[in-house]
């Protein structure tokens, strides 16, 4: 059944783009039908898709790997089964259960949007983009996720691997992120509004596992007939972006201090900006000029310190960061400082330290 997406393209003049074949999306769909990934938080053909379980994976999911989120999604589901409980639960418990996936403002995001779908909306997502949009942490692409997947609402839905696809397809000159409103409306007049919640999920397992970056398996792909990049044999030059200013190296110390009987002392960030309300090894604030001679000013008591030799590197999404770190060994009896406490090692594993302590106490102990 023709549907309006291909009806529009068709009426589209033939020298603005190299003409799609009719039935763009029955052809993805076709496919999609066929190679559908199976994912955990994605329903099965024929079930409903469980908003609370879409939500959860799309958050996750940004700038981290299906592989990656995986082991946390269960996590989350046994913890907390629904979104009620998610957001009955303190919000250092989900701190914690989040430690390791990076981007903490999206942990707390999470728990103050699961408040607000509990009590504004009766512990249901509401169902259109605007009002997706309108709750913590939902930006553009998550709310056009979330009301495609679990509503079957026609949203363009655009993440990385559909610009790559769609800016092959077209082999669109302009760069990212320059060319996204265009990607967005292409994928509007692409999709098929019978079924937008598996073209959504279509066209990112499509970018996901046959139009790859490196090597897309163009022969495999239900568009290779359509697809400009292919008959000119660019492929890989898309999507075109536009050069990046990469972050200056912010440089920093970190005071590991252990106790004799086995404790570690710790801070809690303060709850907004870089790794917020996450624990962690105290030290000095990271600049580009950060002076290693008067490190020990940061230092969080007055101890004899020894530098550990190299420095412990870690890439933020806007700078990268090279941390020296110092150790002390404190007396049993030692009191922690205004602000810091003391935690047994065998505390360590549960704390919410994000990746880059975990690395600091990696080289410390
Ligand atoms: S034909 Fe190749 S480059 Fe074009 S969309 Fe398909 S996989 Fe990507």
């Not at 400009?228 to 590991?256: H, S």
Request: glycine share 6%.
């Amino acid at each position: 059944m023709p549907n309006r997406s291909d009806t529009a393209i068709l009426a589209r003049p033939a020298a603005t783009r190299q003409a799609v074949p009719a039935g763009p999306a029955a052809a993805l769909l076709a496919w999609y039908d066929r190679h559908r990934r199976r994912l955990p938080w994605r329903a099965l053909p024929g079930e409903s898709a469980d908003p609370y379980r879409v939500w959860l994976s799309e958050i996750m999911l940004q700038q981290t790997t299906v592989k990656a989120v995986g082991p946390y999604f269960e996590k989350f589901l046994k913890l907390w089964p629904d979104v009620e409980a998610l957001a009955a639960s303190p919000v250092e418990e989900v701190m914690k259960a989040w430690a390791g996936l990076g981007y903490y403002s999206r942990a707390r995001n999470l728990h103050a949007c699961a408040k607000t779908v509990a009590i504004q909306h009766a512990g249901r997502f509401p169902c259109d983009v605007a009002a997706l949009r309108a709750l913590p942490g939902i930006g553009d692409y998550t709310a056009a996720a979330i009301a495609a997947i679990a509503f079957d609402q026609p949203a363009a839905v655009v993440d990385g691997n559909v610009e790559r696809v769609i800016t092959r397809l077209d082999a669109m000159a302009a760069e990212l992120p320059g060319a996204k409103p265009a990607i967005r409306a292409r994928v509007a007049e692409l999709l098929d509004p019978g079924r937008a919640g598996d073209f959504a999920q279509a066209m990112m397992d499509l970018g996901a596992t046959i139009c790859t970056p490196k090597r897309p398996a163009c022969t495999l792909c239900p568009w290779t007939a359509a697809c400009a990049a292919r008959a000119a044999g660019t492929q890989e030059a898309y999507p075109r972006k536009a050069p990046k200013a990469a972050g200056r190296l912010r440089r920093g110390a970190a005071f590991v201090v252990v106790r004799a009987d086995r404790r570690l002392l710790v801070g809690t960030r303060p709850p907004k900006g870089l790794l917020g309300g996450m624990t962690e090894i105290p030290g000095s604030a990271w600049s580009a000029d950060f002076d290693l001679t008067a490190a020990d000013e940061a230092a969080p008591v007055a101890l004899a310190y020894r530098r550990l030799p190299g420095v412990v590197s870690h890439v933020f999404t806007h700078f990268p960061l090279a941390l020296t770190v110092f150790r002390a060994e404190a007396p049993a009896d030692l009191a922690a400082p205004a602000g810091l406490r003391w935690i047994g090692f065998e505390e360590i594993e549960g704390e919410a330290f994000p990746t880059v302590m975990r690395k600091v106490i990696a080289h410390a102990l």
